[in-house]
């Protein structure tokens, strides 16, 4: 019975070891392909020399839904992005008081995105809430 007991025992540990290596965050995205990443997540662009992190919101300031506000507001995503071995940061502003994707470009490529979820009254957004949703294009 003991035989059984450390067997199951080093089964679940093997399991618990494969779990934790097996998600790295990358995303893998074609052009034109939505996707969307959670703060520290990364894509890779098929067939491109791209990849994009979310590394985090800077500012969200949008207007609640259903509160008259006196400024619409905005959400600012800071991502950084690799183009042929260069890095640099990017911030891609959305307006307040919609949920339509703004569009953004770097270099050869354009960035249509929107931020989620949508703030709401008296509900805070946490980090791990936030979903930026992307589609890639030359």
Known sequence: MWKYSYLLLASVAIVLVLGSCADNGEVKASLGQEFSLSIGQSVVITGEDLEIRF???SEDSRCPKDVTCVWEGRVIAL??????????????TQPG???????????????????????EEGKEIAA????LLLIISK
């Not at 008081?97 to 703030?119: G, H, N, S, W």
């Not at 791990?128 to 979903?131: I, L, P």
Request: proline share 5%; charged share 25%.
């Open 55 to 57: 590394v985090a919101v």
């Open 79 to 92: 991502v950084e992005i690799s183009v042929d071995s260069s890095s640099q940061q990017l911030k891609l």
């Open 97 to 119: 008081l919609t949920e339509q994707y703004a569009m953004e470009t770097y270099k050869d490529y354009q960035l249509t995105f929107k931020v989620e979820p949508y703030p």
């Open 128 to 131: 791990d809430e936030y979903r």
